[in-house]
């Protein structure tokens, strides 16, 4: 397990997962409130970058706002896992692909700018392994905005807020596929991915304010690796409850300690009857179980049909794919 000790880092991490400032200088402005140098700042988050503990300082966009998405599925022979992860892990539309204790074992999300695309990647997929693909779509989300906690206190459960796609405008996806690749770790880093746009600093500073205003920006700032953090017993659990009573259970489930994810999907009938989902990322199976335990004993849960699907590996960790590739589009 990964320990934060250094008292800078750990604040880097813990304060700026969301909310990172849209200025001229950011690193800056972080600086300063930090009492060291910009110079400092950009320094110390290339090397976590490096290490991998974070991915990158970026966005998350809200699912279905400027792009498509789907979680999907499929049932893998054991010996042939590492070649369906490789065929899963290949396709550019995929950002998550992790293996998962259950006969679902390969569990990926598909990405891409509508919902063709991704009907696409998981026909490729599906005809390319010989497999069934499930798509789970998304239908509610109460939590999404994952984010992690280095230091003491609980974490802090982000207000949903309702997203409005209306306000997007044609290059929009263009500058929404630079955040979720990352901001360059320079002094003036907005300038720098609007020079690579054709975009003002200040045009693109207002966009993205704006983006991030109207929710289609889920959270913009660091997004750390939570597994090299030591959140390595992450578990994926699935409840099977009518739609009605997730009215209630969602965003119970979405405060609950513990909960890092919850939202609810379609099930697929005969196969999948599993409707509400929640993750429980955790420095321990141990931990892990004992917040599914406590999940369990809430009123909305009682006697609730569930399966655990504890992750065992991670194949790959990526931003979504919102814009297609210019070698796809040609």
């Known amino acids: 397990m990964c320990q934060i000790t250094d008292p800078v880092d ?71 896992i590492e070649e369906i992860a490789g065929m899963i892990g290949a396709e550019p539309g995929v950002n998550h692909n992790y293996q998962r204790e259950d006969d679902w074992n390969l569990w990926f999300v598909a990405t891409g700018p509508d919902r063709a695309h ?8 599906g005809a390319a392994s010989g497999l069934r693909v499930l798509d789970l779509r998304l239908l509610r989300p109460f939590n999404v905005d994952l984010g992690f906690r280095m230091g003491a206190g609980a974490p802090r459960v982000p207000t949903r807020r309702a997203v409005d796609a209306s306000v997007l405008r044609p290059g929009d996806t263009d500058l929404l596929q630079a955040l979720t690749q990352g901001l360059p770790l320079v002094p003036a880093p907005y300038a720098a991915l609007a020079e690579g746009l054709g975009l003002t600093p200040s045009a693109a500073m207002a966009r993205i304010a704006l983006l991030q205003q109207a929710g289609v920006i889920s959270r913009l700032g660091v997004i750390v690796r939570h597994r090299a953090l030591g959140w390595s017993s992450n578990a994926m659990v699935v409840w099977d409850l009518p739609s009605e009573r997730i009215d209630s259970a969602g965003p119970t489930l979405a ?76």
């Open 10 to 80: 750990r604040a880097l991490l813990d304060d700026w997962q969301r909310n990172f400032p849209i200025t001229d200088r950011p690193f800056l402005g972080l600086a300063e409130q930090l009492g060291i140098s910009e110079h400092e700042v950009i320094t110390r988050l290339a090397r976590m970058q490096a290490a991998g503990r974070i991915t990158r300082v970026g966005a998350t966009i809200a699912p279905g706002s400027a792009s498509a998405s789907t979680l999907a599925a499929v049932a893998a022979p054991e010996d042939r």
């Open 118 to 125: 991704v009907d696409a990647t998981l026909a490729r997929i």
């Open 255 to 330: 405060a609950h300690p513990g909960v890092t994810l919850c939202y609810e999907r379609r099930p697929v009938p005969g196969v999948w009857p599993y409707r509400l989902y929640t993750m429980i990322h955790a420095r321990s199976r141990r931990e892990a179980l004992a917040v599914l335990d406590s999940a369990k004993a809430l009123p909305e849960l009682a006697d609730t049909p569930h399966k655990v699907l504890f992750s065992t590996r991670c194949f790959k960790q990526t931003g979504a794919l919102i814009k297609p590739r210019k070698e796809e589009a040609a």
